[in-house]
Structures are given as C-alpha cells and as structure tokens.
C-alpha cells in the first residue's frame, strides 16, 4: 500500500497538508501513538495515527515530528477531535522534516483508517496463522498464489520441487537453480515467462541443502505488497522445513547408532533392522547404502538429506565415519537405477556447493540381512569418489571391480612412496633437461604401447617416440616390453594424476 492509496480513497477523505510529492511511499503498517517521543515502539515505514493530545504548545511540534522522522516512518494522519484542525507549527514541521501529513475529518475514526491498511496485510497474517493451524506446504503455496496472482514453487538447491501450485517445466527449474547459485536474491528470472524467486531462510549449509520460493505469472508489477507477502511466505516456508528437518534428525539419531554398533560388531542385523522399521523403513524389501562427504560431517549430512529427498524413495540419512550415510528402501526394480539417479541430482547440486567438493558412493541393491556389507561397500566407492578429479563424483558398487578401488584404499604414505618410486627421477629428470618424458610415458601407456597412435598423439616421429621411450627405460631402470612394468607405471600415473588434482 501507497501512502497516495489513502489519499485517493474517498471513503476516508483525507486532506493532505504537506508532501504531495511523497505520495509513492510504501505504507508497511500502523500505529496509533499520543507520546510525545513514540520511537521505541516504531520499526519504521508506519503511517502514524495521532490525537495530538501530546501537543501542550508549539514547540512540541518540532519534537514529535523530529521523533517520527529519525524512526523512518511513511507518514502522519492527525486527528481533529481535539484541536479541530491541524495546529500550523506542525504542519510548518512536516515541511521542514519531509514528512508526508495528512488531516483525518472528525467522520473517520482511527480505527476505520487502520483496518484499511491492515487490511493491505491479511494474507501475511493469514499464512501464518494457516502454518500455526497446521497448514501444510501446498496449502500455504495456494494462499500465496492466490494473493500474489502466480504460481509459486518451493525448489531445493538439490534439484527437487519440494511444493508447488502446478507442474513446474524443467527448463525453468534448471534456469531458477542457475540464478539461485548466484546468491543475488530476491531477483527476477526472464524467460519464456517472467519469474521471480528469493530465499528461504534456514541454518541449512552449504548453499547445495537451502530452499527457495519461485512465483511465476504476471509480475510485472511487482510492488512492495507482493514483495511484503513473498517475505513472509519465505518465513512460513522456513517454519515449515523445520518441521521436516526435525522430523530427519530423529529418525537419523536413531538409525546412526543403531548403524555404528552394526559397524562396530555390537549390533546384529536383526535390532538395525527394528530401528529401520521405526524410521519408517520396511526392512522386508531390498536396499541400498549411500554415503557422501562434502567437507565436514554436519553439511554432509544436511546435504544427503535433501539429496535422498530429491530421489523420492523412501530413505533416512544418519551421521556416519566422515560424512553421512543413507539407507534407500525399495523393491529391487526401483532401487536399480538409483546411482543415475543420483548423478543427475548431484549435477543440480553442484551449483550450490561453493568451494566444496562432493563425493557420493552408492552400493550395490542387497536384502536388508546384508547390511553391513552394503554400508563397507558405500564406503570403499565414496573414498574412490573422493580419488577423481571432478567436483561432483558418484561411483557405483559396479566401479569397484576396477584398478582405482586399490589406489583408493591404500593410506596415503604408501601411494606416495609408491608413486615416487615409479616417477621421481623422470620428474627430475624433465625438470633438470626441460624434458616432457612423463607425459610420454602416460600417452604411450594409454594407447596401450601403440607406437603410431601414441606418435599421433604427441605429434612426434615414429623414431623420436621410440628415442623417447628407451630414454625412459635408461633412466628407471625398467623394460616397457614388460607387462609387468607398464601395469606399474600406469597405476603410478594413475596415482599422480588423482593426487595431483587432490
């Protein structure tokens, strides 16, 4: 509401004494004061009703204006029942001030003047008294909407629609992610059609775990009400997810320590399994683990919760090593495609992460009597995950069978003896003769000892590979005719490269 709102309705017919100019001004509540100095009970941006019983002569007029302005109010209506009329001493410190006044007739009351603009702010009030009647998120999106005149959605940074009014088309979702990364929020979206999102606010870190809201419709009039109504429905929202994260964290403290015991050899199968099914997971069906670092255990674990949300199987995420680990509960044909799951919805995340990496590891689909195997195996992958060079990694069970699950199981002082062992005196040797012998040697390996296409490769001769190549072996000492040699090489190149990118 605008303060020239008020003044053009006829039904209040007020008179405006000074500020003409100031007629834009938001109108953001209202107050109905008689002190002389009402500061401490102002926030800013009210429209001051007053008696003026405050005024004993005309110096306090200076005062109270005085007091209005350094709270940031929008404007003063001044009753008439007392004096018959605004005093000139107050009108003469509006002007001075550049506060916006008006002259309330002796026909309307006060309260008549403030149900108008409160009235601006029903639907504020409305959504919150909705969320404490125990509302639910749909039914407070469809409020919203309704006062704002568009579709609203609440997204997660993980990729998922967490509530919405309609089908949200996946561009738009996709474009909505990209601009919410950017962290400039609230901001409008341009595209086919006009959007506009802002935060919810919440404790969830990193940015990858927040939600935010996403109207789309006729915005283009996009004033301080709709941004005043998009405030408060971000509050609801938040009030909301802290429901649902609660609702989390039981069911996970439950699960972990259930989950360490199984670990730990103190726990059988059997007892992780009741405190499953009182997470609300049937352990009647198939399941898979996964577990996920993305820097210390708290964001780990925040950031697989709305990750295993974003699936939409059944799951619960516990705390667990040094990240955190879900249980996903399915039939086995659901469970099947989980790891591609999740790698489109880690894509997603991905914008949100900031400097953090994430490495997720999926197990293989397993009946609920095999556990613990499943949780090892989650492990293993997510410790090959954190070994690749890329951001965001998902390695599946299927990946283990592979030369990088040894390399990333090996403690780190014994790949880097290893790898110094195989490499140094070539990496001494370039450096000293400005020499690229070590990545000859890698592209000659990877074209498994092709001499044309690792010449190809390079852009060299034939010969100068071949000159190359025996160089190699003059220096380390070792035969690259021999498989056993090569195999070696390769695993301290592949060694290199993945501690090289850490």
């Not at 909407?145 to 088309?169: F, H, I, N, R």
């Amino acid at each position: 509401m605008l303060l020239g709102d008020l003044l053009s309705d006829p039904e209040l017919g007020l008179v405006l004494l000074t500020g003409a100019e100031q007629m834009d001004r938001p109108v953001r509540g209202v107050y109905i004061t008689d002190l002389l100095d009402p500061r401490r009970y102002l926030s800013g941006g009210e429209l001051v009703l007053s008696g003026l019983v405050w005024r004993n002569d005309p110096s306090d007029s200076e005062k109270f204006v005085a007091a209005l302005v350094d709270a940031g109010v929008a404007g003063l209506a001044a009753g008439t029942a007392r004096l018959g009329h605004a005093p000139p001493d107050l009108v003469q410190a509006c002007q001075r001030y550049g506060l916006p006044a008006f002259e309330v007739p002796l026909t309307v009351s006060f309260t008549t003047l403030a149900d108008r603009v409160q009235r601006r702010f029903a639907p504020r009030r409305e959504l919150v008294s909705a969320v404490a009647a125990g509302a639910n998120l749909d039914r407070v999106l469809r409020m919203a909407a309704d006062e704002l005149g568009a579709d609203c959605w609440v997204v997660s940074a993980a990729g998922w629609v967490v509530g919405g009014t309609a089908e949200l088309a996946a561009e738009t979702r996709r474009a909505a992610l990209r601009e919410f990364a950017t962290g400039h929020l609230p901001r409008p979206v341009r595209g086919d059609e006009p959007c506009v999102l802002w935060p919810v606010e919440s404790d969830a870190e990193p940015r990858a775990a927040a939600w935010f809201v996403l109207a789309r419709g006729e915005l283009a009039a996009w004033d301080e009400e709709h941004e005043a109504i998009a405030t408060d429905l971000g509050t609801v929202v938040a009030l909301l997810r802290a429901r649902v994260e609660e609702t989390r964290r039981i069911a996970g403290r439950s699960v972990e320590a259930a989950l360490r015991r199984l670990l730990d050899g103190t726990s059988t199968p059997a007892e992780v399994a009741a405190r499953l099914e009182t997470a609300g997971l049937p352990t009647g069906q198939h399941l898979r683990a996964v577990a996920l670092s993305a820097g210390d255990q708290a964001a780990s674990t925040t950031v697989l919760r709305e990750i295993a949300a974003a699936t939409g199987l059944a799951s619960v995420t516990a705390a667990l090593g040094e990240g955190a680990t879900a249980l996903f509960v399915a039939d086995a044909h659901h469970l099947a495609d989980l790891d591609v799951r999740l790698r489109g919805i880690v894509a997603d995340a991905e914008l949100g992460l900031g400097e953090r990496r994430l490495a997720v590891g999926v197990s293989d689909v397993t009946p609920a009597t095999a556990l613990r195997g499943a949780l090892e195996e989650a492990g293993y992958a997510r410790r090959l995950a954190q070994r690749r060079p890329g951001r965001a990694e998902v390695v599946a069970a299927a990946e283990l069978a592979s030369h990088e699950v040894l390399l990333a199981s090996m403690p780190d002082e014994l790949r880097l003896s290893y790898r110094h062992r195989l490499l140094a005196e070539l990496v001494a040797y370039d450096s000293a003769h400005n020499c690229d012998l070590v990545r000859t040697l890698r592209v000659f390996l990877d074209c498994s000892g092709s001499w044309s296409r690792c010449a190809q490769q390079l852009h060299v001769h034939v010969n100068t590979l071949r000159y190359r190549i025996q160089r190699i072996e003059e220096i380390t000492g070792r035969d690259l005719t021999d498989f056993s040699s090569r195999v070696d090489f390769y695993l301290a190149l592949q060694l290199d490269r993945a501690m090289t990118a850490e």
